[in-house]
């Protein structure tokens, strides 16, 4: 939007805040319809979110999720590639965390344990996209059909593995043995008494830090080295970079690549971080939420990490509301993340025209003004 | 005085980081899986013939709880756990790993688990012997064939099925030693459950082999099972509820699992103080699986067939009959 007429802070900043203030208007009338006092219900909400330690605990354990697949979703994305395969990629990527922890946690700390589970989240994340990949780029089989298969081929394979290799006997639930305490990343109620503080117990841990360095990264990467010139300039147009020299089918294996392990490694969090066992579906749905949380972000770092924060406080303050109010059931949460989704997402141009209008008529008026004091 | 001020804050935060567990009251809750209270099966059996009834009976409102996701079930039952809830009955065997986390922080709070053992003294874990019940239904099958060969549709590819699908082929081959059992398995997504699409081709597929009766052990895929046989004039058997009424001439019996009934009692024990903690096993014996018979079904069960089951039901009870639980070795060898 370098052509628009308007400031880039209102682009940035205002549009976004505009979008989601009219989901939550939607979302009121919803509550309204449902006897819920729409005020109370936001109250709710940002109190769950963010009103005490364990509250806040459990909403960046969600935004760590988010943070990571929207990544993996914005490095296929300024490519041009639609990656929509990150459900199946964390799946496989936690099998990676999973099977080194199951096989090494007696021996090893978690410090030890977390570069090689880092470095097995990612292989097998990106792994998984490497087929795709491949198709897409030496096949061309289109990588929204090839990804979103693989996604069910992660879950079957899963399925197999938790039903007939790694689950206890007699153990009804398909999960596996729970790690050692040792193996787990450490809890923020933990870190935060190492030096002194007391936090709250929650779900949220060092992998939160982790999802922040990987933003920092997948920034550097993109606007600061030539292969992220290379990925940009092929999502603004692949037959101009190609026509630059650029090998396009090395780079959609490489973007891919970079993408699946950036999936994967949503499984720190959730397999070695909260669950500490390996379980069917702890992607559960957050490869889906990722590409909103891209749109959203506007295909940026920095952006996705706000709006990751953004649908955490719609998890966990949503999971508040329908906890405090027996009227507001789970699928009433969705859909006002749903109406997020829209409004940011789908609708995000919708109300681009009339504040572009609206800041050209403020900006007329206050020139006029000038000219008539001016004059005066 | 700096020492004093240390002190003092370690003191305070230690004071903050603590809580305050509140001692048990009367104040129920129940807290569905993720499938949710009005899934046609499981959940909702609960829902209608246990929390309801026991609401109406006793004039006591029984909080509910949904959750989304898995770290919701945790987060749940905390939350219910530090408002003073208890009993909280939970619901389905995705909550053993939570509740043994929750059920030791709060060891004043008392805990009902159903389709899981969590071994802790504040924890009822309750069972069900759904091998017999499958046995009881796999041996009508068998009864009502003609072709000798019958069809199991499950849903997900769990252990849990599996324990189904293992009770229905012994007993049906207790019946007949040469009948021939199709076991297909709807998927391996929790979307298994609520394809009543897929559970109808795969019963269709079932009865173009020769079988002609079907049980489905699916949730709602289960539905379309039942049409399929219903379409193509084949008996079918249904699971958890009672579901003889869907189809009535078309459903040969039902393997009901009284999981409200055990709701009930459960909740009733813990009002009248008489709450007791440890693994309950409800099997043909303690009326906890049974098969259904009511008008809907009664034309197609004969005298004989009755006499036989019933022959066959105390057999087990008595331990003369012994069947093979899948769980036990995560094998079907019996």
């Not at chain 1, 092929?234 to 959609?252: C, D, Q, T």
């Not at chain 2, 939970?90 to 899981?116: C, E, R, W």
Request: hydrophobic share 50%; glycine share 10%; proline share 3%.
């Amino acid at each position: 939007m370098n052509d628009s007429k308007i400031p880039a802070w209102v682009s940035i900043i205002v549009l976004p805040l505009i979008n989601i203030l009219f989901a939550f208007a939607f979302s009121a009338i919803i509550f309204l319809a449902v006897d819920v006092n729409p005020i109370e219900a936001a109250q709710t909400m940002i109190n769950g979110a963010f009103g005490y330690q364990e509250g806040i605990g459990y909403t960046f354990y969600y935004a760590t999720n988010f943070i990571f697949t929207g990544l993996a979703v914005a490095v296929a994305f300024s490519a041009g590639l639609f990656n929509i395969g990150g459900e199946g990629q964390a799946y496989i990527g936690g099998l990676g965390v999973g099977l080194v922890c199951l096989g090494l946690d007696h021996t090893l700390p978690f410090w030890a344990l977390l570069p090689i589970t880092m470095f097995a989240s990612m292989a097998f994340g990106a792994l998984w996209a490497l087929i795709p990949a491949y198709l897409q780029a030496y096949r061309g089989s289109h990588i929204v059909i090839t990804t979103i298969m693989f996604n069910f081929i992660a879950s079957s394979l899963m399925v197999y593995l938790m039903v007939n290799v790694l689950n206890q006997k007699g153990q009804m639930a398909p999960v596996s043995r729970v790690f050692e305490d040792s193996a787990g990343l450490p809890g923020f109620h933990t870190i935060a008494g190492w030096f002194g503080y007391c936090f709250a117990e929650s779900p949220m841990n060092l992998s939160f830090l982790i999802a922040l360095l990987c933003c920092v990264l997948v920034w550097l990467l993109l606007w600061r080295t030539r292969w992220g010139y290379a990925i940009r300039a092929m999502g603004s147009s692949p037959s101009a970079a190609e026509y630059g020299g650029i090998n396009r089918k090395r780079l959609i294996i490489i973007v891919m690549l970079i993408s699946g392990a950036l999936s994967g490694l949503l499984s720190l969090n959730e397999v070695q971080g909260y669950a500490q066992q390996l379980k069917l579906g702890f992607v559960a749905g957050y490869g889906f939420t990722g590409i909103a949380v891209c749109l959203i972000g506007r295909n940026h770092p920095f952006g996705i990490v706000l709006a990751s924060i953004l649908f955490g406080i719609l998890y966990q303050g949503g999971a508040e509301l329908s906890f405090d109010f027996p009227n507001i059931d789970r699928e009433m949460i969705q859909v006002v993340q749903a109406l997020v989704v829209l409004f940011s997402g789908a609708l995000s141009l919708m109300l681009v025209k009339p504040t572009e209008r609206l800041f050209v008529y403020l900006d007329e008026k206050k020139k006029s003004n000038n000219t008539s004091a001016a004059e005066a | 005085m700096k020492k004093i001020l240390t002190t003092t804050a370690a003191a305070v935060s230690i004071a903050l980081c603590s809580f305050v567990a509140q001692a048990a009251d009367f104040k129920p809750a129940v807290a569905y899986d993720s499938t949710g209270k009005f899934d046609k099966s499981f959940g909702q059996a609960v829902a209608e013939n246990g929390v309801i009834k026991f609401m109406e009976q006793s004039d006591t409102k029984v909080r509910e709880l949904v959750p989304s996701s898995d770290a919701q079930r945790e987060q749940g039952l905390e939350r219910l756990a530090r408002k003073g809830f208890s009993p909280i009955l939970v619901v389905g065997f995705l909550y053993a790993t939570p509740l043994q986390k929750i059920a030791a922080k709060y060891p004043d709070s008392q805990f009902v688990i159903i389709d899981a053992v969590v071994d802790l003294p504040n924890v009822k874990s309750i069972l069900f012997k759904e091998h017999e019940g499958s046995f009881l239904v796999g041996a009508m099958a068998a009864m009502k064939s003609e072709t000798n060969k019958v069809g199991f549709v499950g849903g997900m590819d769990i252990s849990l099925i599996r324990k189904f699908a293992c009770g229905y082929e012994q007993g049906a081959k207790y019946v007949n030693k040469d009948a021939e059992v199709f076991q297909n398995m709807t998927g391996s997504t929790n979307a298994a459950w609520s394809d009543p699409a897929r559970g109808a081709e795969l019963a269709k597929s079932q009865f173009s082999k020769g079988a002609d009766v079907v049980f489905a052990a699916a949730g709602g895929t289960g539905v379309g099972v039942y049409q399929a046989a219903a379409d193509e004039g084949k008996y079918a058997i249904g699971v958890d509820s009672n579901q003889n009424y869907i189809h009535p001439g078309v459903m040969l019996t039902s393997m009901v699992k009284r999981v409200g009934v055990a709701t009930v009692d459960a909740f009733k024990a813990a009002e009248a103080g008489t709450f007791t903690a440890g693994i309950q096993s409800l099997g043909l014996k303690e009326n906890g699986v049974d098969w259904a018979l009511d008008e809907y079904n009664r034309d197609l069960v004969t005298p004989e067939m009755e006499g036989k089951i019933a022959g066959i039901k105390a057999k087990i009870i008595s331990g003369e009959i012994k069947v093979h639980d899948y769980m036990i070795d995560n094998t079907c060898n019996y």
